[in-house]
């Protein structure tokens, strides 16, 4: 079972690009890359998946390196809205869910 | 709106006592997972069902029960409440068995509070 480390918390500027990065030293070669967020008092929200290499959609890019061994979120041009915790998820599905204890994104004005 | 919905949004009760969380998943979804989440705490994952069948369980304690039905909605119940049980309750839905690979989509949440 993949063990992730996140930072406990970051704080940005509005407007910046903020990259949160996940551990996975122990990552099997089945297993997928999930990041969620999560707003105070609400349910968690996908935001991207990832296997290998890049991955980008409208809110968010993802990178990961060939060993596979740790994964970047990358935010574009954070605003306040963006303030939230931010979980990273690694596994092939198979397996209890283990979302670690998360970022603490603080974005300022 | 994830399309998840929980009841009831929020629980008062006392120690000792019983009460049962219902949750129905978005439709198509077949599995369901409870997870519980204390005050600035990380998600913790308790038990995921597929199609009616249990499929993995987390770190649910033993006064702690769920089952999904045939209609697919899950309930969680929880027994000999303690102090320590307050807490938000979600639960979440996916296609398919595999909350790692499979996009979960989560509920609202409901907050028991055990006075």
Request: aromatic content about 12%; overall charge neutral.
């Amino acid at each position: 079972l993949a063990k992730t480390t996140q930072p406990i918390s970051m704080d940005s500027y509005e407007g910046q690009e903020v990259n949160i990065t996940c551990s996975h030293n122990n990552i099997a070669t089945n297993d997928y890359i999930t990041w969620y967020q999560q707003f105070p008092s609400q349910g968690p929200r996908f935001i991207i998946q990832g296997y290998k290499t890049k991955v980008t959609n409208e809110v968010a890019s993802l990178f990961i390196p060939a060993d596979r061994k740790s994964s970047t979120l990358s935010l574009p041009r954070v605003s306040l809205s963006d303030t939230a915790v931010y979980y990273c998820l690694v596994g092939d599905g198979f397996q209890k869910l283990v979302f670690g204890t998360g970022t603490r994104l603080l974005v300022s004005p | 709106d994830s399309g998840v919905t929980q009841t009831p949004k929020h629980l008062i009760t006392a120690t000792g006592q019983r009460v049962t969380l219902r949750c129905s998943p978005r439709s198509g979804d077949l599995s369901v997972y409870w997870y519980q989440q204390s005050l600035d705490q990380g998600l913790q994952f308790l038990i995921q069902y597929y199609n009616g069948e249990e499929r993995a369980k987390g770190n649910i304690l033993e006064r702690f029960s769920a089952q999904q039905f045939p209609d697919l909605h899950s309930e969680l119940n929880l027994s000999s409440l303690e102090l320590g049980d307050s807490a938000l309750y979600f639960c979440a839905s996916s296609v398919a068995s595999g909350g790692a690979f499979y996009e979960q989509y989560f509920g609202p949440g409901t907050r028991l509070t055990v006075t």
